[in-house]
């Protein structure tokens, strides 16, 4: 089996933020693999850069790629790495999701080649379906909004819950978020977990201030507090805290995560399959983390992807089910699963098990 097409689009789709009239736009990528036996594979990237991807992928990784066997996932994504952008073993960016969107593209094919699902060629370490908490805290939202979401969203069934840090006055105005986390926990009771997201926009000072204010909301743990450039403050910042600090490298790669491991900077470590080198490099982050015992998340959404990996690794924890993101997939996939009661159910088909609308394809794509 060759390959034989690689082509990369970017589509802006509209959204609608859940319970409420407020909408915008997001961008994203889509990654389209064919081969001489007739399996297609296919990969996404964010918004982030997603013109840069784009580019690379169509320019670079797809002259790199015609005539290789897919099924070579490591050996495509070393070659990629050494013979397309050496800056990416240290860096990532945008030539790191490239190749991350064509990685996921390759799983995909090997998985349709096989007949199995992507995360039983992972390691197949769960079943059916994985863990997976709710982003629903959005900043748009008053607090009588968020609030009222809360109180819909355990009706609804999400436990763990996660509220995203409105970081007021670029950080330096912590009193608006313990607030808003305070009104949630009341609001949800003490048996829904909740989970913070900082967005690594406080400084160490403000971070270290906010996790003391917040540690009698009975917080399961807190993403990014800092920016993770600086491994060094987050290892302090856990020192000072008995909340659980979550994040992955600026760099998203295992590189860069080995010094985040090493250096005692967190207690359950991130990966995102479309920033981190695809499924090929997360896999190495997976069995990082489980060397030393810590459990692993995904964040940033796009959780059909990443509960994938979730699902394919022993130490995998939990997925993020982002309600924005529900909203992109409505539009790109046929009847895509959605989380209830705290798992996501995983399609058995083969590859991501995933069909694509590809009318709305065509409709959303910028030409």
């Known amino acids: 089996m060759k390959v034989t097409s690689v082509q990369a689009r970017c589509l802006t789709i509209p959204i609608k933020f859940p319970f409420t009239e407020k909408s915008r736009t997001e961008g994203m990528l889509l990654v389209r693999v064919e081969t001489d036996s007739g399996n297609i594979g296919f990969g996404i990237s964010r918004d982030t850069e997603r013109y840069a991807v784009r580019e690379s992928i169509n320019r670079d990784i797809a002259p790199f790629l015609l005539g290789k066997d897919p099924i070579c996932t490591e050996k495509i994504w070393e070659d990629a790495c050494w013979e397309i952008g050496m800056s990416y073993m240290s860096k990532g960016g945008a030539i790191g999701r490239a190749i991350g969107a064509v990685d996921q593209a390759l799983w995909d094919i090997k998985g349709k080649a096989l007949g199995e699902p992507i995360y039983r060629l992972l390691g197949g370490a769960s079943t059916g379906s994985v863990g997976a908490y709710t982003t629903f805290g959005f900043n748009v939202y008053s607090l009588e909004e968020l609030v009222a979401l809360a109180h819909q969203m355990v009706r609804d069934g999400h436990d763990p819950l996660k509220y995203q840090a409105v970081a007021a006055n670029r950080g330096q105005d912590i009193s608006v978020d313990v607030e808003r986390i305070k009104a949630v926990r009341e609001a949800i009771g003490d048996k829904t977990r909740l989970i913070v997201d ?121 997925t993020e089910f982002h309600l924005l993101r529900e909203r992109i997939y409505e539009v790109i996939y046929v009847d895509p699963p959605v989380a209830r009661n705290g798992r996501l159910p995983l399609p058995n088909g083969p590859g991501f098990g995933l069909t694509l609308n590809e009318d709305a394809i065509e409709e959303y794509t910028e030409h």
């Open 198 to 318: 900082c967005n690594g926009k406080f400084d160490f000072t403000h971070a270290r201030e906010f996790l003391r204010r917040i540690e009698p909301y009975h917080i399961t743990c807190v993403d990014h507090p800092v920016h993770v450039r600086d491994v060094r403050l987050m290892a302090e910042l856990r020192r000072c805290t008995e909340i659980p600090l979550a994040a992955r490298a600026s760099g998203e790669n295992q590189w860069d995560n080995r010094e985040m491991v090493i250096s005692g900077a967190v207690d359950i470590l991130h990966a995102n399959v479309l920033d981190a080198g695809g499924f090929t490099e997360c896999l190495k982050v997976a069995h990082l983390a489980e060397l030393f015992h810590l459990p692993l998340a995904t964040g940033g959404g796009w959780y059909l992807q990443n509960g994938q990996l979730i699902a394919g690794v022993r130490n995998g924890w939990l």
